[in-house]
């Protein structure tokens, strides 16, 4: 787990190094435990260490190839990494160190990089230069745990861990750090940019799965790897789910307690991370399980959780989460590349913050509800789907000549929606998001966004859509929120306090077999993540198999009209977003004006308050 950096197409060798440098500074906190830079005539790479796996200077990196040629910097872990080194020392590679770096170099040299990536199993970023054909590789893992941007301009590409770490590069590329309008209106409809988009103008993200090759001033790429569909016809039953996903989970478990340092666990009230719990201590690994307590708030699980580890005989530690705002304000907007609005990444940050001392490697619980089903809306698109196979395909047409109607009728908003959904599909679910309408319904946006356009809220609407909706729901969840939200909050959070995450349930074996599992059985009875809760049924408790989804979470919502409220309107005396027309003049004042203590504030004021102290710390550096 490690920070990476990369420059190539400038003929100047010490304008080649002294952009490294910079590079490398901006991901020192991914990587306390070392630094290196390597260069070839007009490329170099560059990379700060967090050492998991052989501690010594054997696993430093970049790491290269006997002849100097061929360079590696690689951020993440190769779970498989042993059983890929046996196969190459078969082949009759000859390894000098014990760590899954050098396995990612001589794969390269054996296997090509794109055969390599789908032999690796784990979570990567990986950028590859080849000086015998001079050509950069770089490759992200399947699910999108590792982040990698780049960007590509005037025959040079400069490539990184961070945003910021690219921006390091922009001048040599022509490029300026310029906020790119169609990004930032992402931001404010969900709290966090998709892959489709970086915050920045001329910069890109590497989609998860994705191998892109760069040489002589040409680019191409691959997928290498989709998520499996879901297979309606599947002669699978559930008590066979169960059998195999437990295997499956077990041995995830079992790859990810590999490492040379010690090793934690995250444990919330929910069934997650108490499976992951439970299948340590069934590999028989002595680890401690972390809480993050919220004290005085319905949101706590401590209790949830303590109960758990007391039923696993675990050792247990519970963490209070502090209430200073302008501290978990400033790692919010430090911790993440572009602005994030996560309400759980300060409970992230603080968790990581205070497990780092104690351990570097944390299992987490992350994946469960997005491959299994656990959240609480699914039901209802499967009956909207199943519904939608009951209309003949004209009925999309009629309802939305007659929908005019059903808007001026309020006690029928739940009912229009409905009705949008099962005659729309995804299209009518995207459509019906309350991101951006807060802002618009306020008149808060500036001319800079007056005609900029989300991509989502214009996915096609017809019957035949809500006839596949789950399929289509599933593929665009995991593209979008599950990639875009959940993995940088991890990533972000645990990598800011230099902590590796390894989450069993991403593990790239067990999604392939469960998201062929048709959705009916992943949600038996209507249950969500039936799968899981059966396991924990049979394994753990069946009052824990029970347990409602909490989620992990912090009241910001609570907070920002109590103790933040002095933060968000000192942020608002002197506006960024408003001087630059991101927002319209006195925004900012009209939504401090609405925050009480006597309700919750919406989540739209956070994403707010959260852009204006990005923006501050941008224009700062």
């Not at 490539?159 to 990004?183: K, N, R, W, Y």
């Not at 890109?204 to 680019?219: D, I, M, P, S, V």
């Not at 920002?560 to 002095?566: E, I, N, Q, R, S």
């Amino acid at each position: 787990m490690c920070g990476i950096a990369g420059y190539i197409g400038n003929t100047n060798h010490q304008a080649v190094e002294d952009t490294l440098r910079r590079m490398v500074r901006r991901i020192e906190r991914r990587g306390p435990d070392g630094e290196g830079v390597a260069h070839w005539p007009g490329a170099g790479l560059g990379h700060r260490r967090l050492a998991i796996l052989d501690l010594s200077e054997l696993g430093r990196q970049p790491m290269l190839s006997h002849d100097g040629r061929v360079g590696v910097v690689f951020n993440g872990c190769i779970y498989n990494f042993l059983e890929l080194k046996n196969e190459l020392e078969q082949s009759g590679h000859r390894f000098h160190s014990t760590c899954d770096t050098e396995v990612v170099l001589r794969g390269y040299l054996e296997w090509g990089a794109l055969e390599l990536a789908r032999r690796m199993r784990g979570m990567f970023a990986v950028g590859i230069w080849d000086d015998h054909c001079r050509r950069l590789t770089l490759f992200r893992d399947r699910l999108g745990v590792k982040p990698l941007f780049y960007a590509i301009r005037n025959g040079q590409i400069a490539f990184g861990s961070t945003l910021q770490t690219v921006a390091e590069a922009a001048p040599h590329l022509g490029l300026a750090s310029a906020i790119d309008p169609a990004g930032l209106l992402e931001y404010l409809e969900f709290g966090y940019v998709t892959d489709a988009h970086t915050i920045y103008r001329g910069f890109a993200k590497l989609g998860a799965g994705r191998l892109l090759e760069w040489q002589n001033g040409l680019c191409r790429e691959e997928v290498y790897w989709q998520l499996p569909a879901p297979e309606e016809d599947s002669r699978i039953g559930f008590e066979e789910a169960v059998v195999e996903t437990e295997r499956i989970l077990r041995e995830a478990v079992r790859l990810r307690l590999i490492a040379d340092v010690k090793v934690g666990a995250l444990l919330s009230g929910g069934i997650d991370s108490a499976l992951v719990c439970w299948a340590v201590r069934e590999a028989k690994s002595d680890i401690t399980a972390f809480t993050v307590r919220i004290d005085e708030d319905a949101s706590d699980e401590t209790e949830a959780a303590s109960q758990t580890a007391k039923l696993l005989g675990i050792p247990h530690e519970v963490i209070s989460l502090p209430l200073d705002g302008e501290r978990l304000l400033d790692e919010v907007t430090s911790a993440y590349s572009e602005p994030f609005g996560a309400q759980s990444a300060t409970a992230m940050l603080q968790v990581s913050a205070a497990v780092s001392p104690h351990a570097k490697v944390l299992l987490t619980g992350d994946g469960g509800d997005d491959l299994y089903l656990g959240y609480w809306f699914y039901p209802t698109y499967l009956k909207t789907q199943q519904l939608a196979r009951c209309l003949p395909p004209w009925a999309g047409d009629l309802y939305r000549l007659g929908r005019p109607l059903l808007e001026k009728i309020s006690a029928l908003r739940r009912p229009k929606h409905f009705l949008d959904y099962v005659t729309g599909g995804l299209g009518g679910i995207t459509r019906a998001h309350d991101g951006l309408p807060y802002y618009t319904s306020r008149r808060l946006l500036g001319p800079r966004l007056a005609d900029e356009q989300l991509t989502q809220r214009r996915i096609p609407l017809s019957v035949e859509a809500a006839r596949r909706l789950m399929k289509d729901l599933i593929e665009y969840q995991q593209k979008t929120w599950f990639v875009s939200e959940f993995m940088t909050k991890v990533d972000g959070g645990t990598m800011y306090h230099a902590l590796e995450a390894r989450a069993p349930l991403l593990d790239h074996v067990l999604w392939e077999f469960a998201a062929k599992l048709p959705v009916e059985l992943r949600l038996r009875g209507g249950e969500l993540k039936a799968v899981l809760r059966e396991i924990v049924r049979r394994r753990i408790d069946p009052a824990i198999a029970s347990r409602r989804k909490q989620g992990f979470t912090v009241p910001v919502e609570r907070w920002l009209g109590g103790p933040w409220k002095k933060t968000f309107v000192r942020l608002a005396a002197d506006s960024i977003l408003e001087r630059e027309g991101w927002l319209r003049p006195g925004a900012l004042h009209q939504v401090a004006a609405e925050l009480s203590t006597e309700r919750l504030a919406p989540r739209q004021a956070w994403f707010l308050m959260v852009l204006e102290s990005w923006a501050r710390k941008q224009s700062n550096l």
